[in-house]
């Protein structure tokens, strides 16, 4: 036990030091406009590269300043879709590498694109412990003031992003070693809070496993209850293994209908080595089924539908057919498989859904062109054009159809 509360000791030391930025106008993307700096006889341009926003949030309930680190999705400026928050403690840490895998995964479309809100730990036994430590604990005089932190979350931040930001009501919350703690126990304690629950190694044992009793207790008292929970770790000691091991029996017994569990064990990593891959498994894990099985050009609009109905029923908000989704799989079909009658089918979907679909038209256009049926093609090239006169491959390829006789 001295050697585990050593370990806190220093974990604690350690988030409360390690360095975050080294430039400060790449986190407060409102301080300071690029800077552009030109070097060596080529005349090179280097811009910074803005990562996400700093907010300074003053805390009425926890009376300090908390340092906020938000990124918003790649599309946000240019749609007007509303997006998951992924709420991740330890924020200055886990910022710039979580936010990475966020947005890789994203990419390539095996989990949506999310607003990502990471919040600085200030103390961390204090903010991440509901209880205080008993004896066999030990002696850390901070603990126990979780509760405090926990309603900065639910009634000063969480509000402040969802009205500032278009939020689905999808919220997950990712926490590491105590702050995986905290996020477990918030879900027995508020489990309406957020969504999903990501612990990564979290320390479980605080208190001698006293959360597993809340847990059975907070089970109990839920027939429905859609959220997700996982849970991952590096640990090969019994003890652990044992508690996991009860925890997935329990589950498996009392977990009210729509809650998911899932444990997965990193035994190559350490307890700091296992976020980064863990956070990597889990979001996937969370997301399965995200991405569209299959080609949709082959399965046709049918199975689109099906498909993204399925996702809004799971996660518990609209997950709409965008039309780049309908687009994309068209063109891939029309381009790479020379699948002219399947194309059309989906360029014509697409239109059922966004009527004003300059790159539906242009498809079509396309696909008929292929078809050889010159004179339809032409006419969805210029329909094309009404709704974007800057298409400039319907404009091509319509300059060409008139220029053959």
Not at 138 to 149: L, Y
Not at 166 to 187: D, K, N, Q, Y
Not at 350 to 369: H, I, K, M, R, V
Request: with cysteine; hydrophobic share 35%.
């Amino acid at each position: 036990m001295k050697k585990i509360c050593f370990f806190i000791l220093f974990l604690a030391q350690v988030f409360s030091t390690s360095g975050y930025v080294k430039s400060k106008n790449r986190v407060d993307i409102l301080s300071a406009n690029p800077i552009q700096e030109t070097i060596g006889p080529s005349t090179s341009i280097l811009n910074d590269y803005i990562f996400g926003q700093h907010l300074k949030f003053k805390s009425s309930l926890m009376n300090e300043e908390k340092n906020v680190f938000l990124s918003l999705p790649d599309s946000y400026k240019s749609k007007s879709d509303f997006y998951p928050v992924c709420y991740i403690l330890d924020g200055k840490s886990y910022f710039e590498p979580f936010t990475g895998v966020v947005k890789y995964l994203s990419l390539y479309e095996m989990i949506p694109e999310m607003i990502v809100v990471a919040i600085e730990s200030g103390d961390r036994l204090k903010e991440f412990t509901y209880t205080k430590a008993n004896e066999k604990t030990g002696q850390w005089p901070t603990s126990g003031g979780a509760d405090s932190f926990r309603k900065f979350l639910s009634d000063e931040l969480i509000p402040y992003i969802d009205s500032s930001y278009r939020t689905h009501p999808f919220r997950i919350i990712v926490g590491h070693s105590l702050a995986g703690l905290f996020a477990v126990e918030t879900l027995t304690r508020h489990p309406h809070l957020f969504q999903a629950t990501i612990a990564l190694s979290p320390s479980l044992y605080w208190n001698q496993y006293e959360w597993l009793k809340n847990t059975e207790i907070f089970l109990k008292k839920h027939e429905v209850l859609k959220h997700f929970l996982l849970i991952s770790g590096e640990t090969k000691e019994m003890e652990q293994t044992d508690l996991i091991e009860k925890l997935k029996e329990l589950v498996l017994k009392k977990a009210p209908k729509e809650f998911f569990y899932d444990y997965k064990c990193f035994p190559d990593e350490n307890h700091i080595s296992v976020a980064l891959p863990a956070l990597f498994y889990d979001l996937k894990k969370l997301f399965q089924g995200w991405q569209f099985p299959g080609e949709a050009w082959e399965t046709g609009p049918d199975n689109i539908k099906t498909h993204f109905q399925s996702l809004s029923e799971r996660y518990g908000f609209s997950v709409p057919v965008t039309e780049e989704f309908v687009n994309g799989h068209a063109f891939h079909g029309l381009r790479r498989h020379n699948a002219p009658d399947e194309a059309i089918k989906l360029f014509e979907f697409c239109l059922t859904l966004y009527p004003n679909s300059d790159t539906a038209y242009e498809g079509l256009g396309e696909a008929y062109e292929r078809k050889e049926m010159k004179e339809k093609a032409k006419k969805f090239y210029q329909k094309a054009l009404e709704f974007n006169p800057n298409n400039e491959n319907a404009l091509n390829q319509l300059k060409k159809l008139n220029s053959k006789k």
